[in-house]
């Protein structure tokens, strides 16, 4: 396989990987809202720190969003290795908030499988986003 059909494989992989991530994150928003809904206790989402939490949701889903698209376009050394660091930042962020529901006895059940697959998925994008920013070997690519 010659280097530019490498490297299209890489670029298709993220950019799956990235929309993954949203569909994903997604379907973690939506089962807190249904739990919510359930529960009738959509007070807690109407709360400072529901307000906060939903801010936060809308910033990632942006990201994984951009992500999407920005690794098909820009192909530098410098972008590759952004990637892997917002991908690393994303699995580590979700599994120490995982572990931190556990720890307090707020873990959400309904949707535990949805957020073991997110960090699943992420685990073997982030392998691929490694191996694509390290397939690099030109310096024009650095800039």
Do not use: K
């Given at each position: 396989?010659?280097k530019?059909?490498k490297?299209q494989?890489?670029q298709?992989?993220?950019?799956a990987?990235?929309?993954?991530l949203?569909?994903?994150?997604?379907?973690?928003?939506?089962?807190?809202l249904?739990?919510?809904?359930i529960?009738s206790?959509?007070?807690l989402?109407?709360?400072?720190?529901?307000?906060?939490?939903?801010?936060?949701?809308?910033?990632?889903?942006s990201i994984?969003?951009?992500?999407s698209v920005?690794?098909r376009?820009?192909n530098?050394i410098?972008?590759?290795?952004?990637?892997?660091?917002?991908?690393a930042?994303?699995?580590?962020?979700?599994?120490?908030?995982?572990i931190?529901?556990?720890?307090n006895?707020?873990f959400?059940?309904?949707?535990?499988?949805?957020?073991?697959?997110h960090?699943?998925?992420g685990?073997?994008?982030?392998?691929?986003?490694?191996?694509?920013?390290?397939?690099?070997?030109?310096?024009e690519?650095?800039?």
């Open positions: 396989m010659d530019a059909t490297e494989e890489y298709n992989f993220m950019s990987g990235w929309l993954a949203l569909g994903i994150s997604v379907m973690i928003g939506l089962s807190e249904v739990t919510a809904l529960r206790s959509l007070i989402l109407a709360s400072p720190l529901g307000q906060q939490r939903w801010g936060m949701f809308c910033i990632v889903i994984y969003a951009l992500m920005l690794v376009l820009v530098h410098w972008f590759r290795w952004v990637n892997v660091a917002l991908f930042f994303a699995i580590i962020f979700g599994i120490v908030h995982q931190i529901h556990l720890m006895g707020t959400n059940s309904n949707s535990a499988i949805v957020d073991i697959a960090h699943v998925v685990i073997i994008v982030l392998i691929q986003a490694v191996r694509w920013a390290r397939s690099s070997g030109s310096p690519e650095y800039w």
